[in-house]
């Protein structure tokens, strides 16, 4: 790990000045930051320490029934806050399906969004990687890819976007609250990564010295609450970033649909939102038929980066078995292994 | 500023100066302190040896930075027999031969202490493998670790029991 100068700001205010100065990283829990210092990939000159900042670790119901959650909850308060996995229930069942429960412990709300690729040729220093160093090429390209990108990828990036908990915030439409040297905005997370293009280097919309303060959902996520999952396959049980996941969520009325969200993850730079498939759903009745139509449109661009063509196939079954869960409606309990496709599923194995 | 924290370890305050920020919770303790319970198995959060819990909760203190835990309480596997009354999670893994070298032991028993505390998982077994997938065991002693955690669970639950009565 490379040497650095240590910033311990008071106030949101302190820590956005301590970082607009170039070099300068924010230390959330460290989870992944740290990780990526051990092995040379971030070497940031100074850490501007986010521990000791009051105010940004609530869980908040908002007067229009909304929610804030500040950017310091932890990934395992939020999911197992009573009212929010109520209200929000695949948002809670991604969390819950996401690395171990040590670091779910540690792991903060703003430092999942900001998460980086898993992708080996990121994460290793000796390979060529146009993310972690502009210009370098992309080894993953021709190398082992067979779980890299199959939508929005370009020539320079096919890496993916790791987090669970982004894929059922974006179909929600989740809002990221961000301060910084010009002054607090806020953007929609459908707008908050960016897709590589040219400049995979740049991954989000945060400009230097910005930092994400909070997130929001609005009330109308929690509409979705009684028929709302986050499905996601692993190459092992449990502790693993998905292959691919969905989050998918409806509203039903008179056995019609009257409203859909449907985002799959582990398929693209960005948590994936299918809104062309979205509206394929509304007015159909929740049945197989409608669900594969949503599948087909949800992947409809989607083109293999590598030896990756089964991932397009596997994500429309895994939509499929998310719209298909939604319908069936959201277990009064999580299913011991929250997200899992082995969970039981009634009617037979295969969605 | 001056790079020092003020730890309860074990619970014992201790007020630590560092002369690095670079320094992880689990290289404070093994290289610092002496306390070599928390193993640095793959420093990197993969693999659970280093599980300790700070303020009651379960962490890979691998990724976890002392300067960001000044005033933190941490407990570690040798804080956790009161004397030389062994904990029940302990216990509960010498009696379901839950382990072989014993690597991954401390990390295994302090991520059980946080799991069982935590409450989700109760005695259903496929709740607490789950609950215990942070925690890698090379030899393979996931049974007996799964047995004993549930009959840990169990115990502890009628001992907070008989407390109340």
Known sequence: ?351 | MSLSVTLTINHVARRIELDDPRVTLLDLLRERLDLTGAKKGCDRGQCGACTILVDGRRVNACLALALSHDGAEILTIEGLAEGEALHPVQAAFIAHDAFQCGFCTPGQIMSAVGLIGEGEAGEDPERVREGMSGNLCRCGAYRGITEAVVEATRTMAATAQEKAA
């Open chain 1, 1 to 351: 790990m490379n040497r650095f100068d240590y910033i311990r700001p008071g106030t949101v205010a302190e820590a956005v000045s301590a970082a607009a100065v170039p070099g300068s990283a924010y230390l959330a829990a460290g989870t992944n930051l740290l990780d990526l210092m051990k092995i040379g990939v971030a070497r940031p000159e100074r850490l501007v320490d986010l521990n000791y900042l009051p105010g940004l670790d609530a869980i908040e119901a908002l007067p229009d029934g909304g929610v804030r959650i500040g950017a310091r909850v932890r990934n395992a308060d939020l999911a197992q806050d009573p009212g929010f996995r109520r209200r929000f229930p695949a948002v809670a069942e991604a969390l819950l399906s996401g690395a171990s429960g040590q670091l779910r412990n540690m792991a903060t709300v703003g430092g999942n969004l900001l998460q980086r690729t898993r992708c080996p040729y990121f994460q290793d220093t000796a390979s060529a990687c146009n993310r972690r160093a502009p210009g370098s090429g992309c080894d993953a390209r021709g190398g082992e890819n067979r779980l890299h990108a199959v939508l929005g990828w370009s020539e320079a990036c096919i890496a993916t976007h790791p987090s669970d908990f982004c894929v059922p915030l974006v179909a929600l439409g989740a809002v990221v609250e961000i301060a910084g040297p010009a002054g607090p905005r806020e953007v929609p997370l459908a707008d908050f990564h960016l897709l590589p293009g040219a400049t995979p280097e740049r991954e989000s919309v945060l400009a230097p010295g910005e930092l994400v303060t909070a997130l929001r959902l609005p009330a109308e996520a929690a509409g979705f609450a009684a028929h709302a999952r986050y499905v996601k396959l692993r190459e092992r049980t449990s502790y693993a970033f998905a292959v691919v996941s969905a989050a998918a969520a409806l509203r039903i009325e008179d056995g019609r649909i009257a409203a859909a969200r449907l985002a799959l993850g582990g398929v693209a730079a960005k948590p994936w939102r299918a809104e062309a498939a979205e509206a394929a759903l509304v007015g159909a009745a929740p049945d197989a038929a409608a669900f594969q139509q949503a599948a087909e449109i949800a992947l409809a661009e989607a083109r293999p980066s590598g030896d990756n063509a089964f991932k397009i196939e596997l994500a429309r079954r895994i939509a499929r078995r998310a719209l298909r869960l939604a319908a069936a409606g959201t277990p009064e309990r999580l299913p011991a292994l929250p997200a899992s496709p082995f969970a039981p599923l009634s009617g037979g194995l295969h969605g």
